[in-house]
């Protein structure tokens, strides 16, 4: 994951508080749960991303010739094959 769990809560609880200060959301929920709720859409989203990520580089290593990773090949695969996931799952990222 691109951030850890901790930095995510954290973050998420900084926009709860900041959402409440200027009048965005309107809940009844407390300031920290509505923190953990964003936290775990947050964290569910890095892991889908994730998975589509692990999903990309075995259909490049399943190419049937080497292709180096960080080439520009290899990113231009990457890119394409990300997308045409992303949009399968209704994905945005």
């Known amino acids: 994951m691109r951030l850890s ?5 954290f973050i998420a609880k900084q926009m ?6 200027r009048g ?3 809940t009844k929920l407390s300031e ?4 953990s709720v964003l936290a775990k859409a947050i ?6 991303e994730e998975e589509i990520d692990e999903e990309v580089r075995d259909h490049i290593a399943r190419l049937g010739r ?10 231009a695969i990457f890119r394409q094959k990300k997308e045409e996931l992303a949009r399968r799952r209704n994905y945005v990222y």
Not at 5 to 9: A, F, P
Not at 16 to 21: I, M
Request: hydrophobic residues 40%; negative net charge; aromatic residues 6%.
């Open 24 to 26: 965005l959301v309107e």
């Open 16 to 21: 709860a508080r900041r959402l409440r200060e």
């Open 32 to 35: 920290e749960s509505l923190g």
């Open 66 to 75: 080497p292709i180096p990773p960080s080439s520009a090949e290899w990113d």
């Open 5 to 9: 769990e901790d930095r995510v809560e």
């Open 43 to 48: 964290i569910g989203d890095f892991l889908v």
